[in-house]
């Protein structure tokens, strides 16, 4: 046996200190990639290699195969397939299908029309509508869609948050119920001068929402519980406690039988953003901020950097000395105090009392915004946009055209189930997959470095 060998059986310092640099360059190139598809190299390969070609090629390149386009096909073959469901359900379309070899035109043109009247009315009622008489009226259904945004991009990014930490945190509805009750009963029963007011009701909501998720998080660190079961019971809890309380003399609204809470002061309520002919508050401003929050956390900070270790490789983690039970603890807590601040907007600015049905159905559809902006904060805040308009042009597509409002969840179903595969997605639109220039490249540069060692 060589002395070389010896030395690395025994333990040799300097090759266990050689060892462990090569641990912490593979956590730093996974945590780099975390959220990512492909996992990270063992070595780091330095950008020339990997890119020969411009600058510009280059970009144009991670574009074409980057997870982004996909996200906008999916949704793309989601609104197709959904076209053609409304286009099969419609009473035109089957009368023109009786005499469609007679006269093939006819049903394809009431397709069109079905398909094509329901999507335009769906726009008007989300985005602009060109044919009221006024300005106002004309973005209203944009402002709209930025309120019903608002709770979605919050949840969306605390779902988000724990997905880079490797959890997956499903209990966005009972944080948000949380938040919400916690905001609300300081609203109500607190009364305080204008602007402290409103900054107490925001913290006791994020500090609802962080409290409800960290016992997930607590639980998961310290017992192994899974999250996912967790999350799923404090959701019914949350539920049922609100409903309890709500029947209680704290919550109820004196003289009345129903569950509601009495109403928010008016210094406990988000001011309009734009004037009182507009539901939109001053909570969508909120949503950014957390948003940008969120990047910084993840992209420039420390904690971020921990955070997208430990959902990386949590073996590799733990032996770069990072407290990964800390780290479950940490993400969790976010997470619900973001989907706390949710449930803030609704009670301090859309809804501005407390009911059994204040999350609506917030929190489960955050899973889909925080799956469609794949886990970053500003693919959420995307997705969040783009929800938002499908539940705010649902009602005007409904009452235009007709058109039942269950195909908008039809629809997101469908981005969901395109989103979760990826391949598919790839295979029909013949995109190459991740990694698949650079793997190129860096065959193209080997090949030339062996011929040119070979002349």
């Known amino acids: 046996m060589s002395p070389e060998e010896a030395n690395r059986q025994q333990g040799d310092p300097a ?18 990639t975390a959220g990512g ?16 070609e411009t600058g510009n090629e280059s970009v144009l390149r991670r574009i074409v195969t980057g997870n982004a386009l996909v996200s906008v096909l999916s949704v793309l073959m ?13 009473e035109e379309v089957a009368d023109a299908a009786g005499y469609f070899f007679n006269k093939p035109g006819d049903m394809l043109g009431a397709a069109w029309s079905a398909a094509s009247g329901a999507y335009v009315a769906l726009f008007q009622g989300s985005v602009f509508n060109f044919e009221a008489d006024t300005f106002s009226r004309m973005i209203y259904p944009l402002t ?19 997905f880079r930490a490797g959890l997956f945190n499903i209990g966005a509805q009972g944080q948000i119920l949380i938040g919400a009750t916690l905001a609300a009963w300081v609203g109500f029963s607190w009364h305080l001068p204008v602007g402290l007011h409103l900054l107490i009701v925001i913290i006791a909501g994020a500090v609802g929402g962080a409290l409800w998720g960290g016992i997930a998080g607590l639980l998961k660190a310290r017992t192994g519980a899974h999250e996912v079961i967790v999350t799923i019971m404090l959701n019914y809890i949350a539920i049922q406690l609100v409903l309890f309380l709500l029947t209680t003399p704290g919550f109820q609204r004196p003289g009345s039988t129903n569950p509601i809470s009495p109403q928010l002061d008016e210094t406990a309520m988000f001011p309009p953003l734009f004037g009182s002919g507009f539901r939109l508050h001053w909570g969508f401003i909120m949503a950014i901020a957390a948003t940008v929050f969120i990047w910084w956390l993840l992209n420039r900070s420390t904690v971020g950097f921990e955070l997208r270790a430990v959902g990386a490789n949590p073996a590799a983690a733990r032996n770069a000395g990072i407290n990964t039970t800390k780290g479950y603890v940490i993400v969790m807590l976010i997470a619900g105090a973001l989907a706390g601040l949710a449930g803030v907007a609704q009670v301090s600015g859309t809804e501005k009392v407390l009911t059994s049905g204040v999350a609506a159905s917030f929190g489960f559809d955050a899973i889909t915004v925080a799956l469609l902006g794949r886990s970053s904060p500003w693919g959420t805040f995307a997705a969040g946009l783009l ?26 179903s469908l981005i969901v189930l395109f989103i979760a595969a990826p391949p598919l997605v790839r295979s029909l639109f013949r995109i190459p997959p991740p990694g698949a220039f650079k793997t190129s490249g860096k065959r193209t540069t080997k090949k030339a470095d062996a011929a040119q060692g070979a002349a």
Do not use: W, Y
């Not at 930025?146 to 988000?160: D, E, M, W």
């Open 15 to 32: 090759h266990r200190k050689e060892e462990g640099a090569a641990d912490e360059t593979r956590l730093l190139s996974a945590a780099e």
């Open 78 to 90: 989601a609104l197709v397939v959904g076209g053609l469901l409304i286009a099969l359900t419609d």
């Open 387 to 412: 929800f938002g308009a499908f539940r705010a042009g649902g009602v005007t597509m409904q009452t235009s055209t007709g058109t039942n409002i269950d195909i908008v969840l039809v629809v997101q």
């Open 144 to 162: 709209q869609t930025l309120t019903v945004a608002t709770p979605l991009i919050c949840a969306g990014l605390g779902v988000a948050l724990a």
């Open 37 to 52: 598809a492909l996992p990270p190299p063992a070595v780091p390969v330095p950008e020339s290699e990997l890119h020969p």
